[in-house]
Structures are given as C-alpha cells and as structure tokens.
C-alpha cells in the first residue's frame, strides 16, 4: 500500500515532470520578456512557446491566448460587461450563470447584482436549457457563463446547445473549461464559446498560472483588471510569470497528448471505486451519476454521515479526499451545486468528494475503499447504537 492515497485531483493536480523542468529551466533565465535584447527575447521564447501549446490545447490561436494569475482572474477578467466586438460596443446588460458555477463566477465579476440571473439546473446539475432560452429571450445581448464540467459532481453541460440558444439570441458565452480540459475533448469552437477559461495547476501545471483564451479578435475585454505597462497586449499588466507560464505550457503538451490515455486510466479506476462504493454501502448516493460525468470525478454520501468526519477520518487512514469544492475547505460549507440539484439538506451535509488523476494506482484505490469499509461499519453501528 502507499504510503498517502493523494484522491483530491480536482482541488489540484501534482505537478508534471515535464512542467518542473519547464518551470526550473525558466528560473534560471535573467532577462524580462519585454525587454528586446537577448536575455529579454530568450524569456519571451519561452512565453510564447507556451502560449501555442495552451492554444493548441482548446482549439485556439496563440494571439487569443492571454495568461493571468488564476483561472479565478481569468473568470473574473471575462465577466464584465465592457465585452466588444466591432459591430458591438454598447455595454452587456446582464449576466446570466447556470446555478452550479464556481465561486469565482458565481461572484459575478463585474456585473452589478442586480443585473444577474441564476439559470436552474436539473437533478442531475444540468443547465436547464428552456430557461436558458426563456432568460436569453428577455435579455438583450447576455453575457452567459456555463462551465464545461462542475469541480464537485464532474457533471458535464451541454455547453454547444447553450451556445447555439446564445448566439441566436445574440449574447456572447463564457465558458469556464477550468476542470474539463485534460479530461474530456475542450475544442472551443465545437464548444461555441466566445470565452474559456482554464487553469495549469488543474492539469498537472503549477498553481498561480491561468488563462483567458477568447474564439476570435474581434472580442475585445475593454477593461481590463490590471492596468499597467501593457503586458498581455493590454489586457493584463505585470512582468509575466514567466517560469509559471513556461510550465503551464509544458504542462498543456503533455495533458493534450496524454489526454484518451490518462481518461480511459481514471475512468477504468473510478469505476472499480464506485462498484467498491455501492458493494460496502448498497444506500450510497453518487451525484450526477445520471448524468455524463468527467471520468475522474464521484461525490457521493450516505444518509447520517458528515463530510467534515469523513474528510477527518479518511485524512487519518491516509487518502486525501475533500468535502466538495476547495476553495471552501478548511470551513466546510454546505454545496450550493447539490442544494441547487435538489439534494436534501442531510445528504449535502455528508458529501465526499474523491478525484482522480493521471498518477493514481489501483493500490490508491484500494486504500481509500479500505478506509471507508471501516469508516462506513463505524456509522452503521453508530446509527445502530442511536437506533437500540
Ligand atoms: N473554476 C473551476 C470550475 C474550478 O474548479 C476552479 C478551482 O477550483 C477555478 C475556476 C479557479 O481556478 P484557480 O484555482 O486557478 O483560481
């Protein structure tokens, strides 16, 4: 057995070796991107060597690319309602977001509240399309911002049928790729989106490194976040991260090339989880399990357990899982994703969230179903105990 079962791939993924060596090999270099001598076009290689493959990763030209400090920026970058275009220059009016975005979209970047509309999700969390089209149909020219796949449930929405809804009642679509890409096909053209997000330390980069990438030039964010020296070709100013960018560009090559291998490997160990899961405890519930689902991602609970015990208890037996989102960790709070899929209250209190990557073993697996055979006789005992 390892020594820890690291199964929290959703929160972060470890960092590649080809993006360590990216990332070490563009600390040694002296000079700054902007500068035009030698050392300063060196580090500029290696800005842009990473911009083509985080381009090349979603479909994009590397002159749509723009790198940020987080997928977090990114969102919040993308969310305003100063978006142009050439035949478009009047501000967006309103924001309309699907129930179970991120907290970083959820934020609404810089739209004021009142101008933004919550989408309702179905029980397994997709995006309702009926009100989608009925909310694009009242608002003129909505910025709508959908996630490819929910970094709780792994549920995947139909992100090119909202687009079509979207760009035929003339808005514009965000969508936030940030825990699609690597997994499952994140082609922004097939996707209809006019706007993606995404973010290296989810696919084996470094944290602190993201990205904006928009489908064409004729998107244009007219404020940007961070105004400056004009780095990022203005939308985003500040000496480039360049060791950061470097590796989240190492870190997009490998995840494009590995991306059907590394899949078919979580999504043939999350299966033998699940039946591991359902055989222990038979009344375990597997969110969104209805749905289409990132191959790496259950959350699952059982009635009476609490997340934070679990979460507790598996840290103990040494897996690393998570109670829902990371961003909340430390204070478990109950998910908006499930509350808005309908889940009952008890059930969202003890929600666990296992994710996989592309170094998990069988022995992770076994370990972790290890851990909740003891974890799940304890309960069923301690609800024995209060029932006697
Ligand atoms: N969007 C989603 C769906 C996420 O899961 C996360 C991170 O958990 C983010 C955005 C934020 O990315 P970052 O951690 O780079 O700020």
């Not at 690393?320 to 309908?342: E, F, I, N, T, W």
Request: aromatic share 4%.
């Amino acid at each position: 057995m390892p020594e820890r079962s690291y199964l929290d791939w959703n929160a972060t993924a470890p960092l590649r070796e080809a993006a360590r060596r990216a990332f070490d090999a563009a600390l040694s270099l002296s000079g700054n991107p902007s500068s035009v001598h030698a050392e300063g076009r060196a580090a500029r290689r290696f800005v842009e060597n990473a911009r083509e493959e985080v381009a090349s990763l979603v479909g994009a030209r590397p002159s749509d690319v723009f790198f940020t400090s987080s997928g977090t920026e990114a969102n919040m970058l993308a969310l305003t309602p100063a978006i142009e275009s050439a035949a478009e220059k009047a501000p967006l009016k309103r924001l309309l977001l699907s129930a179970v975005e991120h907290a970083s979209v959820r934020s609404g970047g810089r739209f004021p509240r009142d101008a933004i509309e919550d989408i309702p999700v179905d029980g397994e969390g997709r995006v309702d399309l009926g009100a989608l089209a009925e909310s694009v149909a009242r608002s003129a020219r909505p910025l709508v911002s959908l996630m490819q796949a929910n970094n709780e449930t792994g549920v995947i929405q139909p992100v090119a049928e909202a687009a079509a809804i979207v760009h035929a009642g003339g808005g514009l679509l965000h969508v936030d790729a940030v825990q699609a890409v690597g997994r499952i096909a994140c082609d922004m053209r097939a996707l209809g989106a006019d706007l993606l997000t995404l973010s290296a330390h989810k696919i084996g980069g470094p944290k602190g490194v993201g990205a904006l990438v928009r489908a064409t030039e004729d998107i244009h964010i007219a404020d940007p976040l961070i105004r400056g020296g004009g780095q990022e070709r203005g939308l985003r100013a500040g000496t480039e991260n360049v060791a950061g960018i470097a590796a989240f560009g190492a870190a997009a090559a490998v995840a494009r090339r590995e991306r059907e291998a590394e899949s078919a490997h979580t999504l043939a160990l999350r299966g033998k989880l699940e039946n591991g899961i359902a055989a222990i405890s038979p009344g375990a519930v597997i969110f969104g399990a209805a749905a289409e689902r990132l191959p790496n991602t259950t959350l699952f609970a059982v009635e009476g357990m609490k997340a934070e015990t679990a979460v507790i208890a598996f840290d103990l037996a040494g897996v690393a899982v998570s109670s829902g989102a990371a961003c909340s960790s430390g204070k478990v709070q109950p998910s908006h994703v499930l509350a808005a899929m309908g889940v009952s209250p008890a059930l969202v209190r003890g929600a666990v969230r296992v994710s996989l990557g592309f170094g998990t073993t069988e022995a992770d697996v076994e370990m972790f179903l290890g851990a909740w055979r003891k974890l799940a006789t304890a309960l069923s005992k301690e609800r024995r105990g209060i029932a006697a």
